[in-house]
């Protein structure tokens, strides 16, 4: 117990938290309980046993006595309080905090200093608010692993600093300055708060809690989002990055779809009622030649339905989702080895771990929560192996950069097997030990250096540091799956997880970071064409796979196609093939927000609902099952996507008895063993659930295989070199940016868009020298599949002899350059390795 004012407490915490617990409540202003305590701002300033200290940073320790409210403290806080608002004109909550100090703003009359930059679209700074708090500083370093904001100075001079103008200036646009900013000094034009929803990010994988701030809705005026904050639980904690926190105005865009439209006799969409669209669908799918691809942005609910329409409405398998074209190799090498296709640890435990291995991804720019808390626990402590044919942010914080050339990643895992064996890691109780002891013996580091790109004492380096770790975590991206061999790839990294035995337990273990927010959760529920619902085989013979279904649609196998929120025309490889495939239907129907390019050449156009527009659940990456909470309706006649499946079924002989998502995942619980424990209630009450949760009551699962019976399968894999690994020209890696979103039909018609105009080509100073290219220019990319024009940025990003192309605008034709090439476990396009030629535009 400790004593405050005479009170006696139990000491816990800081002394700012035993106070405030005591009802004591201590000003502050550079406190906020997501950062580290920084005691910069005095305002806590606590008696204890005769010295006056910062409570905020000062442990409670067992029988002290603290006083909060002498004579001299209170004094001294109404002088600190005169001071600052001397130097700044605070708004907001520490303008509050200052006049409950006792400050007038009258004793002190000093200059405030001026400066204003407004140069970046949303994040504006004016100093003649800022107190010096450190709250910014703080929030940047510590939350997002930047260092864009400092104070330098001392005494009058002493001022908030950046590089440049803040638009260039390095920011991420993460927004968390903004949000901890007490005084309006930083602001992100989005700071009026309103009626909260909790509901999660619909962009990438790692599933943020957002709590959006909503007003309008009464008398008239529509309702609208006027500020998202971060929720502070997993996997988030207060955070978000540029996409979750400022990527909404797609919700209320004026390309919103607001009514069905039909194609009409003379070929022109036009405008239709739900009855007539209903109809028009119901009488153009007929069991025979009906196929489906579902959605990855749909709610687990809304996939559930949809497999199941299909599987039971048309008797067919003929269903597919876009997992087809990103982590379906994870899952597949996944299950291979180890009998889940799923993340076998949690985000949390990157904090666990005393060694990260990040391969084949850039969560700095695609999951950046994961990047950020990544660049954190490195900076803490822990050491970072990077398997990358690109410079990221993180090969600046790596201990290893191995800097692999795009395609030769079965090399280079087994080279670093070969390591780990002669350096005595076994695992002779694993299946197939045997043969792959026989077998790895050949793949020494200096076999493959040449193949590689990796020099073997820095693979052997790697492999050290991989050796000594006690909790070694992987990350694995598209840069593993999206290859010839990415499935294969996939068992490799398990091979590499069984030698060092990281498996099992916290702070290890192999994780596919899921690009698409609910990819995950498609497949999970049945939205593949040989497993159903929690992965349970199909009945009948398996369907086809998305590159099948496009075959069968030219060879007139398929005659009608049904697609939920994916613009294949533009992101699935050979778009003249995707085309042809689906000009040669008899029927198609898009279900979508916008009218993308495939869904101006659907026959019936539906106007579905988006993330922020209904309810439901997502299943991020790490299989934490997440509640989707309706914060706006739907503009016009568009309805929320479970509602129009419903109504389908119902019209196409297939009826539903459910209400409400709720009700869907009831069945689900029952039909999926994983989501037995999953229920909406179980999910208020926990928050979220990590399947599997196989009985009523579960509460989850955060770590997978950790059955001290549990048997992991060794895989002997050879490589088989691309047919575009070698040859004239420069080696194509196709990939994400921070700010944009796959096809960026939500991004680019938001806060994202304005930061991030256009696509570009990265290549490196020597190849734009031998191509007389310079930074900035239009060039020009082609290959024996087609062409894209995009803008260079002539950097070492990229090796020589490689280059980086981003696919967010459609425009730039990014994925007309990847040709047919596919895993051969999985039909994974190849959309990382291509052979192209470019020149000035
Ligand atoms: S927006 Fe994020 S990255 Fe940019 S200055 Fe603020 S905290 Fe740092
Ligand atoms: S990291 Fe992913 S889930 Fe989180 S806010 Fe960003 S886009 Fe959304």
Redesign the pocket.
Known sequence: MITIDGQAVVARGSLLDVARAAGRPLPTLCHDPRLPPGGHCRACLVEIDGKHVAACTTPAREGAVVRTDTPELLAYRRDLAELVLAEAGPAGEAAHTLHTMGATGERYRHQRHGLHDTSHPVIKIGLSACILCRRCVSACESVQGEFVLAVAGRGAGARLYWDDEFAHSGCVSCGACAATCPTGAITDCHSHSGEVVRTT?G??G???QLDVHVAGGKDGHEAHITRVDGANVAP?RGH??V??RYAYAHARHGDRLTTPLIRDASGVLVPATWAEAIERVANGLRPGGVAGLSSARCTNEENYLFQKWIRQGFGTNDVDCCARVCHAPSAAGLRAAFGTGAATNSFDDIERADLLVVIGANPTEA???VGARIRQAVLRGAKLIVIDPRATALTHVADVHLQVHPGANVPLFNSLANVLVSLGKTAPSATGWDEYAAAIVADTPERWASTTGVPAAVLRQAGRLWAEAKSPMMVHGLGVTEHLQGAESVTLLCNLAVLTGAFGRPGVGVNPLRGQ?HVQGAADMGCQPDLGAGYQPVGGAPGRRLPDIYEAARRSEIRALYIIGEDVIVTDPEPEKVAAALDNLDFMVVQELFLTRTAAMADVVLPGASFLEKDGTFTSGERRVQRVRKVLDPPGQARADWEILLDLMHATGCPQPFTSPGEVMEEVSRVAPQFAGVSYSRIEQLGSIQWPAPAEGHPGTAILHTAETFQPKLHVVSWSASPAFRGAGLTLITGRRLEHYNAGSMTRRGVPGKIVTHDELEIHPADAADRGIRDGERVCIRNEHGEAQAVAQVTDRVREGECFLTFHFPETGTNRLVGGVQDRWTSCPEYKVGRVEVSRA
């Open positions: 990010c962009y990438c790692v599933g943020c988030n978000l990055c996409k979750g999951h950046p929560i927010n």
